[in-house]
């Protein structure tokens, strides 16, 4: 890896695979640099599925990169495509085996020649120098490793490299710092879906439903309230969670379940973080325990997998050249510097309760993200995408859903792969030409464009 490349990409997860990927594709030399062994990120280490969205209302707003990996998936069966969401809060859920993820992840990367992947390797270091990143080292069992670049993508999720660059971040919502929970996925099998489809349908005042949906659909189910009432006051729940969450699998009788939640503990902070990853694996004991007692269809069912590591939701966000806001998102806001459009609500795990506030002003709307969210305000040669892009805690509750990190990803690697070829600062692209790039490799550049 003692090499010079001419992107280098930070990151091997949701949105650092479809940038290096993207920036490949348009002749870059491109290092993909990931901590752990695997690919994929969230979607396979942390087994978050179903991808979201694709869709606002009937329009598909995501395309590209991130459609791609869903008809290869497709081409697996290793996922329906994208189907309603029963719930309702966004038109288009996308559901995955997250073990398939990973298999697709390397078989698309062995087939891009432009690309040298590094796993196990976590960076420790940027080196800056008038305000350029020059290199970028990682630390291991092995050693130290350095690689040095002419641009950088922090896919870290957690701004790591904004971090290690000194660029400026913010953490936590104003009033008092506190970011989203982290929660802990697993799986259960054996469920009777039957049963709960047929709960569903005589108890629909227990559920957060979209009226349009049969129960007979691929299920997500977010609702139960008064069973979790129950197990709390009969104190055989505990977590800070008002509802059951779950999500159908791919396989009969198997479920992910989304209901873990651990709060007022930093994402980026190690000892917090072990902490968070014991007490995720206590609850997710004591929810398989609630779910078998309490929730009709659960009583037979079996803990298959919990993910490889908690989920973390938020934790450093960039203070870029522009910060996405809350009103952005209400208001369904387009900018003329769009590079991917997001159809999710504002969504808030409470940082500190048992909440999930949701607020929209149009349902199945969708707003721009515009380029400079993923500028940073000194360093001339990074691009951020993913989790960390400059938002507020209430936009990026919005914004960081996966196909939107996907679409991010995407448009990173080429507008370095621009910068590289123009031999112009990131920040100095001409980004109409950014927009008719992605537009011409398949994505779309924002509102306007769909
Ligand atoms: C519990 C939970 C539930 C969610 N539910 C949904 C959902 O239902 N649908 C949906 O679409 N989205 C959901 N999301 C949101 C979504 O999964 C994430 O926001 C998105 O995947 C983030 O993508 P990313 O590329 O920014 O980060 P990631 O996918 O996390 O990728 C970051 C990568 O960088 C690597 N990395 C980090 N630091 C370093 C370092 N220093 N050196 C090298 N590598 C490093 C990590 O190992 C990882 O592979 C959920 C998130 C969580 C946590």
């Known amino acids: 890896m003692n090499e010079y490349f001419d992107v280098v990409v930070c990151g091997g997860g949701t949105s650092g695979i479809p940038a290096a990927i993207s920036a490949a594709r348009n002749g870059m030399k491109v290092a993909l640099i990931e901590k752990s062994s695997g690919l994929g990120g969230s979607n396979t280490n942390a087994m978050v599925s179903p991808l979201m969205t694709f869709h606002a209302g009937e329009k598909q707003v995501i395309r590209g990169i991130a459609q791609e990996i869903v008809d290869r998936l497709s081409e697996r069966s290793a996922t329906p495509g994208h189907v309603r969401d029963t719930i309702g809060m966004v038109s288009t859920i996308t559901p995955i085996d997250t073990e398939a993820l990973k298999m697709l992840y390397?078989?698309?990367l062995s087939a891009e020649p432009n690309i040298s992947?590094?796993?196990?390797?976590?960076?420790?270091?940027?080196?800056?120098?008038?305000?350029?990143?020059?290199s970028i080292t990682v630390s291991g069992r092995y050693g130290k490793i350095v690689i040095s670049g002419k641009t950088f993508i922090d896919a870290t999720g957690d701004g790591d490299i904004i971090n290690l660059s000194k660029e400026n971040?913010?953490?936590?919502?104003?009033?008092?710092?506190?970011?989203?929970?982290m929660s802990l996925m697993f799986k259960v099998s054996g469920v009777d879906l039957q049963k709960v489809r047929d709960y569903i349908s005589n108890n629909p005042e227990q559920f957060i439903w979209n009226s349009q949906c049969s129960v007979d659909e691929y299920l997500g189910v977010s609702g139960f309230f008064s069973h979790v009432k129950r197990a709390q006051e009969n104190g055989d729940l505990t977590i800070p969670r008002d509802r059951v969450l779950f999500f159908q699998?791919?396989?009969?009788?198997?479920?992910?379940?989304?209901?873990?939640?651990?709060?007022?503990?930093?994402?980026?902070?190690?000892?917090?973080?072990?902490?968070?990853?014991?007490?995720?694996?206590?609850?997710?004991?004591?929810?398989?325990?609630?779910?078998?007692?309490?929730?009709?269809?659960?009583?037979?069912?079996?803990?298959?997998?919990?993910?490889?590591?908690i989920g973390v939701r938020e934790s450093r966000r960039l203070s870029g050249t522009y910060t996405l806001t809350?009103?952005?998102?209400?208001?369904?806001?387009?900018?003329?510097?769009?590079?991917?459009?997001?159809?999710?609500?504002?969504?808030?795990?409470?940082?500190?309760?048992?909440?999930?506030?949701?607020?929209?002003?149009?349902?199945?709307?969708?707003?721009?993200?515009?380029?400079?969210?993923?500028?940073?305000?000194?360093?001339?040669?990074?691009?951020?995408?993913?989790?960390?892009?400059?938002?507020?805690?209430?936009a990026l509750a919005a914004a960081r859903i996966s196909a939107t990190a996907m679409a991010?990803?995407?448009?990173?690697?080429?507008?370095c792969a621009m910068s590289v070829k123009e031999d112009v600062d990131v920040g100095k692209i001409n980004v109409g030409a950014l927009q008719k790039n992605l537009l011409k490799q398949g994505a779309i550049a924002g509102k306007k464009y769909v």
Request: charged share 25%; aromatic share 8%; hydrophobic share 40%.
């Open 249 to 309: 699998g791919l396989v009969d009788g198997e479920v992910t379940v989304n209901m873990t939640r651990v709060i007022k503990l930093s994402a980026v902070d190690a000892y917090d973080l072990t902490k968070a990853e014991f007490e995720g694996h206590a609850q997710v004991d004591e929810t398989v325990r609630f779910l078998k007692k309490y929730i009709p269809g659960f009583e037979n069912c079996r803990l298959q997998a919990v993910a490889n590591s």
């Open 169 to 181: 971040y913010v953490m936590g919502r104003t009033k008092d710092g506190m970011s989203q929970p």
């Open 408 to 415: 991010l990803g995407e448009a990173a690697g080429l507008a």
């Open 326 to 394: 809350a009103n952005d998102v209400i208001n369904n806001q387009q900018f003329d510097d769009s590079v991917a459009v997001c159809a999710f609500p504002i969504d808030i795990h409470s940082p500190d309760g048992s909440a999930l506030d949701w607020e929209r002003n149009e349902r199945f709307g969708c707003f721009d993200i515009p380029y400079r969210t993923m500028l940073p305000k000194k360093v001339t040669n990074l691009i951020v995408t993913g989790r960390c892009i400059s938002a507020t805690h209430e």
């Open 106 to 108: 390397f078989e698309m």
């Open 117 to 134: 992947v590094l796993l196990g390797s976590p960076i420790t270091k940027a080196t800056v120098k008038q305000n350029a990143i020059q």
